[in-house]
């Protein structure tokens, strides 16, 4: 099946810092890349819309100048934490979509600790 | 709004069937999903059913679909240990939507 890398899994920062975390479609190339929030013992929050070539569409609540998101490729999507705070520790996870459409595949996810 | 209930915690004995409720509110949902999170690991997608089916079978893995109450379930046959895990249902809304609005997981203890 179709394998989405993400990079690193386990962060630590200091607060103020900028953490940047890599998602990568690894054998098939992704169109649209999505990435999501999770909370403990929450569900998964879409935070943004990512597409090859275009500038990610943001969900309400979510701050495009504080969580940067580029798609400079179609197998490549970062996602940039910038001035870190604590509040923004969490587990963030991305997914991509095949060109075939109706499934979602996940990275590993990477759990974000700010100090 | 959009919103997916699950409940929390099922727990069963080993090689009993196991069945993971969902519901959903959004009545124009196109695909409705269920995937698989291991501790440490992503979201592995198990499965998933069209709105206009009503069920769909894949080894020991049935889901069951109601769309007038809306209701999602999976019953997992033969229940091993490493079924063991967080189970997410996942409803997806609008043409060619791959947005997806998640339940909070339900955590599936297999009792050896």
């Known amino acids: 099946g179709a394998v989405v890398s993400q990079h690193p899994s386990r962060v630590i920062c200091k607060s103020g810092t900028s953490v940047k975390i890599e998602c990568r479609s690894l054998?098939?190339?992704?169109?649209?890349m999505f990435w999501y929030r999770q909370f403990p013992k929450q569900s998964l929050m879409l935070m943004a819309t990512s597409n090859e070539g275009s500038k990610a569409t943001y969900e309400q609540g979510v701050e495009k100048d504080k969580f940067l998101i580029n798609h400079a490729s179609l197998t490549l999507s970062t996602l940039t934490v910038t001035s870190a705070h604590p509040e923004d520790s969490s587990f963030y996870i991305c997914s991509a979509t095949t060109v075939e459409g109706g499934k979602l595949f996940f990275g590993s996810g990477t759990q974000l600790s700010v100090l | 709004g959009e919103d997916v209930e699950q409940s929390l915690f099922l727990s069963v004995r080993e090689g009993d069937s196991s069945v993971i409720n969902c519901t959903y509110t959004?009545?124009?949902?196109?695909?409705l999903y269920w995937y698989k999170q291991e501790p440490g690991a992503g979201l592995q997608l198990l499965t998933y059913i069209f709105s206009n089916m009503d069920m769909k079978q894949d080894q020991r893995l049935t889901v069951l679909l109601n769309k007038k109450d809306k209701h999602l379930s999976l019953r997992i046959a033969d229940t091993q240990t490493g079924d063991s895990a967080i189970y997410f249902c996942?409803?997806?809304?609008?043409?060619?939507?791959?947005?997806?609005?998640f339940g909070k997981g339900t955590k599936l203890s297999v009792i050896p």
């Open positions: 996942a409803e997806a809304t609008g043409a060619g939507s791959y947005q997806l609005t």
């Open positions: 054998d098939f190339q992704a169109t649209t």
């Open positions: 959004d009545s124009s949902s196109t695909y």
